[in-house]
C-alpha cells in the first residue's frame, strides 16, 4: 500500500549538531552559516557566559562583509555593522544588560530594521521571539566538566517556513 505524503506542514528540518574545537573554528562556522543568511533573517544565540556567542557572530559579520568588528558592547545594547558592499546590514543585538526586557527591546526597533537586515541577537530568549516565528536558532554547550576546555557543541535548529528549506546540512560538512 501506498503511504500518503507527510503534509508540509509536517515536515520540520532536523537539528544540525556540530562539534566545534577553537575559537577559530567557531569563527569560520560563523562565515559559512553568513552564506545562508539573508535580509529578514533572525539568528537566535543561546548558551552561557563565554559560550562563544560573540565569537560566531564575528565570524558572521566578517562573512557578510560587513564594517566594524564584532564586540561585546559594554553598553551598546544593538550595534548596526553596515555592508560594505551591497548586502544587508548585521544588527548585533546583547540583551543581556536589557532588564527592562519586553520595553526596552521594543524602543530597539528591530521590527523595523528585520526586513533589511540580518539581526542576531545574544540572550534574546523570552524577548525576540515575538518579533517573528521564522528564525535560526542556535544552542552553543560547553563540554561539560573541563571549563578549561575549547570544545563547543552547537546545535541549530531552523523554525518556520523560511527555514524549512535552508540547506543548513552545508554546515555540517
Ligand atoms: N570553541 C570555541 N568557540 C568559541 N569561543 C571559544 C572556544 N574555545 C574557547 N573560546 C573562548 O571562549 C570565549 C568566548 O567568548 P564570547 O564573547 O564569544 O562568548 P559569549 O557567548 O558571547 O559570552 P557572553 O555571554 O559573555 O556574551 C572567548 O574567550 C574564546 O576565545
Ligand atoms: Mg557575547
Do not use: C, N
Request: charged letters at 25%.
Amino acid at each position: 500500500m501506498e503511504r500518503p505524503a507527510a503534509p508540509a506542514a509536517a515536515r520540520h528540518p532536523a537539528d544540525i549538531r556540530l562539534t566545534i574545537t577553537s575559537p577559530e573554528q567557531m569563527r569560520e562556522l560563523g562565515r559559512r552559516l553568513a552564506e545562508l543568511l539573508r535580509a529578514g533573517d533572525l539568528v537566535m544565540l543561546s548558551g552561557e557566559l563565554g559560550a562563544g556567542k560573540t565569537t560566531l557572530t564575528r565570524g558572521l559579520g566578517e562573512g557578510l562583509g560587513v564594517r566594524g568588528a564584532v564586540t561585546s558592547p559594554t553598553f551598546v545594547i544593538a550595534r548596526v555593522h553596515p555592508s560594505l558592499g551591497d548586502g544587508p546590514p548585521l544588527v548585533h543585538v546583547d540583551a543581556y544588560r536589557l532588564a527592562g526586557g519586553l520595553d526596552e527591546m521594543e524602543d530597539l526597533d528591530l521590527d523595523v530594521s528585520l526586513p533589511d537586515s540580518v539581526i542576531v541577537v545574544e540572550w534574546g530568549e523570552g524577548k525576540v521571539e515575538e518579533l517573528t516565528e521564522e528564525r535560526l536558532q542556535v544552542v552553543i554547550h560547553r563540554a561539560v566538566g573541563d571549563t578549561t576546555d575549547e570544545v563547543r557543541h552547537v546545535t541549530l535548529t531552523g523554525l518556520g517556513e523560511r527555514w524549512s528549506e535552508a540547506d543548513l546540512e552545508t554546515l555540517a560538512g
